[in-house]
């Protein structure tokens, strides 16, 4: 005789009566989880989150990349032909009209290798800004890690800014860059890329969670933008700062931060590893360029930490705010 409470069914047969026991009265498995083992809905691991769901952050980029050039005649080729076409409108006006090229040899090398590190920067941080937004119907109908469309955004803005270091390494190579290359300058080019993307995935997480509720982000971004570029030593070289400071009167710490921008430091690490290669005039580095970016490394990490807090703590009102 069992000890469970069996309903015999008429006109069935022993193997159906012992199918229907066996489905009808088997003992609850939940009853002995601890209740610590489970999630709450809708609670995010943060960034971790994006080696946790892997396939759906390459189905995001793979979607990003794809989708960017869609209908386009030109396609990827618009990747050479709008960075080529800010290089020639900077260096004809600033540098030939302007004569901002004075006293620095090679200046196109100069000049591109800036640009491209703005580039990365410059469409990293805003896409990040805009991806919840521009995801909106994602992220009201489903759960899935918001953090993977920040990250995303960075990474097909990197697969972009692949074919700009392509020509510009091309334009060195003929240079006889190959020659003076060395260890350093490969590891200068890889800390600026890696430097400038955490930077900008940290300002866009803040930013992005700030522009579901207040879209006046976006506009915060675009001003912020502008300024890089003219906040970098892009168009001019970085002695033109310190000597306009002395002559104001500024303190030494003024420039010191200006070299401790994530931006500046990427900027100068790839003037180390393309333009300085290629040009022999004996101009000054950036003082303790080593030093300052370890401690540009500490800032971009700092900007993603804080802009990771600022995000899981707004996120939980993403789906009503949008």
Same mark, same amino acid.
């Given at each position: ?51 946790? &769901?892997?396939? /759906? ?18 396609? =990827? ?18 540098? !030939? @009209? ?12 100069? %000049? @591109? ?14 896409? $990040? ?19 993977? @469309? ?18 510009? %390494? ?17 590891? $200068? $080019?890889?800390?600026?890329? !890696? ?13 992005? $969670? ?12 675009? /001003? ?5 570029? =003219? ?6 070289? &970085? ?15 003024? /420039?010191? !931060? ?10 100068? !690490?790839?003037?180390?590893?393309? &333009? ?18 370890? =401690? ?27």
């Amino acid at each position: 005789m069992t000890d469970y409470n069996v309903r015999v069914v008429a006109g069935r047969s022993p193997r159906t009566f012992q199918k229907t026991e066996t489905v009808t009265h088997r003992p609850d498995l939940f009853t002995r989880v601890p209740r610590a083992d489970f999630d709450v809905p809708g609670r995010s691991g943060g960034l971790f989150d994006a080696f946790r &769901w892997h396939y /759906l952050l390459r189905l995001l980029v793979r979607t990003g990349v794809t989708t960017r050039y869609r209908n386009s005649v030109l396609g =990827w080729t618009w990747s050479y032909v709008r960075p080529a076409a800010q290089f020639l409108v900077f260096w004809i006006v600033l540098g !030939l @009209f302007l004569d901002l090229e004075r006293g620095i040899p090679n200046y196109a090398v100069y %000049l @591109f290798s800036g640009i491209v590190v703005i580039n990365l920067f410059s469409e990293g941080y805003k896409n $990040a800004t805009t991806s919840i937004v521009n995801n909106a119907p994602l992220v009201r109908k489903v759960y899935l890690p918001r953090q993977l @469309f920040a990250i995303s955004a960075v990474i097909v803005a990197f697969v972009h800014f692949l074919p700009q270091v392509a020509l510009l %390494l091309i334009v060195c190579l003929l240079m006889g860059w190959i020659v003076n290359i060395s260890i350093l300058s490969i590891l $200068a $080019a890889l800390a600026g890329m !890696l430097l400038i993307m955490l930077f900008a995935l940290g300002l866009g997480l803040l930013f992005g $969670a700030v522009n579901v509720r207040f879209r006046d982000a976006e506009n915060i971004v675009e /001003l912020f933008l502008l300024l890089a570029t =003219w906040a970098s030593p892009v168009l001019y070289y &970085w002695t033109m700062v310190q000597d306009a400071m002395k002559q104001l009167g500024w303190p030494d710490w003024v /420039l010191e !931060l200006y070299l401790l921008n994530p931006i500046t430091q990427a900027v100068e !690490l790839f003037h180390y590893a393309f &333009w300085a290669p290629v040009t022999d005039a004996g101009l000054p580095l950036p003082p303790a360029l080593a030093l300052n970016t370890l =401690w540009t490394f500490l800032i971009a990490l700092a900007t993603l930490f804080i802009g990771q807090a600022v995000f899981r703590r707004l996120e939980g009102r993403f789906a009503q705010d949008l």
